[in-house]
DNA sequence: CAAGTGTACTTGTTAGACAATATTCGAGTT
DNA sequence: AACTCGAATATTGTCTAACAAGTACACTTG
């Protein structure tokens, strides 16, 4: 028995755990997961193990086509910009709208300050934040599908930020400042400045990753 | 034997019935859908069954808790209202960006001319094209995770449409006049604009349903 | 008539098996 | 020696059968 996993559902708890491995970069992109390997690693049968891949395959963490093994998925420069086109499309009226009745998120506003309490810290830190920052942003429009299709899409984000080993290009307190920036233009009631400045910091963060990813393929 | 599906994946064929019986009316909202009943219906499996509603309540078709009879899903007032929210979120950013670059689709061109030649047919006829003109302003956007997004939210509302009967109440010469007045803004470069007249046709649209949903309840 | 209990139904998970398809490796040919 | 074709192997798709566990409903009992 290599690992128990005790919980309510147990498909349930063999997602988290992988979704956890390829967080953390134990499985890296292209990995194979074949159905028998991971129903020997978790004790558990294989129609159990297909379950819990083909969640992970709806959650777009891994891929697969008919009669061939599941693996994590491989993220190019663009889909990259595919994934930060989105953000953007969704954020920027997040924001606009947020600006429009002048609501600025506590929880954002406390997220953003856990950033910049880690300017020192090791880069890859500061993804946590980072991620709360802008999930902050796009939960105070208590719309349910609209978070749950953001967080879809910050699950490949997260794919992205543990492809890219060398996150020590993120200027931490650049990231912080355009944050706050985003944050001062809604207590302004500023909608379209809103927009333009998260456009922008998605734009930056968009540009780097592709950089990165398109280096690391050629 | 009942139904025979032949097709590459069963699973997939079974899904795409269980589908359009659900979009068109014959399994209504609350209808019970045990796995077995299911298996006996197409022939299969009770796995397959299972995995065929797990697919569906993925898509949000069918709702079910554990250990519990898979349901079709049931819309209140207050869930129509969050998908038509977040509807609004995606499409009013989509003829913002589009009327930004004065790109009209002739998709959504089309579409809504379909929706003019057919004033005079049944009501529910309007529903598919009404759904193309739509969707071709998302897909105009050319970014594969907000095409994805969306259709994830129609869903939902094809599930609302069917839901409500007495669709006659649909102004279909108002509803092509709005269509036709966002390509027009679209078309003179006009974003803010654009947003609006979408943001108002939607509003139209969601609490007219939302009414009908409140007063089928009460 | 109300409350607790028990039974039937349904789902969660497992085991084992077979068919169909992919992949890989080897043999034969050019 | 390189390439192509074919066979062996691995992997997935699906099925049957079964048991455990949890829910819902009816039935008994107070």
Same mark, same amino acid.
Do not use: W
């Given at each position: 028995m290599s690992q128990r996993v005790t919980a309510l559902s147990i498909i349930d708890a063999i997602v988290a755990d992988l979704r956890r491995r390829i967080y953390q970069g134990e499985l890296t992109q292209g990995a194979a997961l074949t159905e028998a390997e991971v129903a020997a690693n978790y004790d558990v049968a294989r129609p159990t193990a297909k379950a819990a891949i083909e969640r992970l395959?709806?959650?777009?963490?891994?891929?697969?086509?008919?009669? +061939?093994? @599941?693996?994590? +998925?491989?993220?190019?420069?663009?889909?990259?910009?595919? #994934?930060?086109?989105?953000?953007?499309?969704?954020?920027?009226?997040?924001?606009?709208?947020?600006?429009?009745?002048?609501?600025?998120?506590? @929880?954002?506003?406390?997220?953003? @300050?856990? #950033?910049t309490a880690r300017t020192s810290r090791p880069a890859t830190d500061i993804i946590e934040p980072d991620m709360m920052f802008h999930t902050a942003l796009v939960d105070a429009m208590q719309n349910k599908r609209t978070s749950a299709m953001y967080r879809s899409l910050l699950g490949e984000v997260r794919l992205c930020m543990t492809r890219v080993q060398s996150l020590e290009l993120l200027d931490t307190a650049q990231i912080a400042a355009e944050h706050a920036a985003i944050l001062e233009r809604i207590a302004a009631g500023d909608p379209e400045g809103a927009a333009n400045v998260l456009d922008g910091h998605l734009a930056h963060a968009r540009e780097l990753l592709a950089a990165q990813l398109e280096a690391a393929s050629g």
């Open positions: 395959v709806s959650e777009s963490l891994l891929e697969r086509g008919a009669h +061939k093994t @599941a693996r994590v +998925k491989t993220l190019g420069a663009d889909s990259v910009r595919d #994934i930060y086109f989105a953000r953007a499309y969704l954020e920027s009226e997040v924001v606009r709208r947020l600006a429009r009745n002048t609501t600025v998120p506590p @929880a954002a506003v406390s997220a953003n @300050a856990e #950033i």
